[in-house]
């Protein structure tokens, strides 16, 4: 979607009815749990590069294991700390991981799964390998407990890390930025509703807060949205002067993950919320730095 460079200081435009927020600037937050299984830190990685590429500010947070939360809210706090006015500046916060359901419908983000019966076997076999290679490395053939605690922290017999959204929820909410949070995890709409239930309606916040999540209610993610995200991203072109607002970037995901959808079930559709109600009608998701040259390839 092509739209006019827009020169004035404040980077708040009226087209219509509409009051536009357009960032100088875009920090990107990158979320995973330090342990997880799911194999996210070269999807991770990934991301980082795609989002680099954008001429975003990027940088990466794993969640602590023993203690999840204080480092988090922590982290979150000096990410999201108020930018400079003559720099207007987004901020995004991307969590991908495992999401659920606890205390009667609200949202809670957790490292991984303790093995299911069914995956014991293998779990076991796979956690007794580890302790083999540890008492090999060990010249008196036996393991230490801190070997063994080290071993099994690299398992899903682990304890599981947990982060209720409440419970960092009025640190992004409260946060003198604009902010669009990406769930990439089941129950991810659960997010929208904490996140709603303070707003005061009568009362516009300064600052806009819109939520993209992966999925709706109780509907796998199948781990597309991340790819959707990315190659919608890449199409946009600077010199242009392209943007989009976050709720045609989820349109554009959702056309592009049933195009490319060929197994059986339920087609992965990202959903968007509006978290709290500002007098910005729209945040525009920018192409900071210019695509590099395609490359021709002689026959």
Known sequence: MSVPHHKSTAHEARKGAQEMFW?????????????NDLDLHK??????????????EVQDYNINMSDPLSGLKTHLSEFLVKPDPSHPTLHIIYYHGHGGIVDTNKLQLFSHNIPKESELGKELYNLGRKVSKALESNESGMIVPSQLRVVVEDTRFRPIARVKWEQIQKTIMDA???TIIILNCREAVLA?????ENEKSSQKSAYRKELIGACGWGLSTRNDMSEAMCTIFKNLDKKKDDTMSAITLVSRMNHHMVKSFGGAGTVPQAVHYLL?????????????KE???QTTHAG
């Open 192 to 196: 929208s509703v904490t996140s709603q």
């Open 276 to 288: 709290e109600r500002s007098a910005v009608d729209s945040i525009r998701l920018p192409r900071l």
């Open 176 to 178: 003198e930025t604009h």
């Open 43 to 56: 999807q991770t990685k990934k991301i980082h590069g795609d989002f680099e590429s954008l001429g975003y």
């Open 23 to 35: 960032p100088e600037r875009v920090k990107v937050l990158l979320l995973t749990f330090d342990f």
């Open 291 to 293: 695509r590099p040259p």
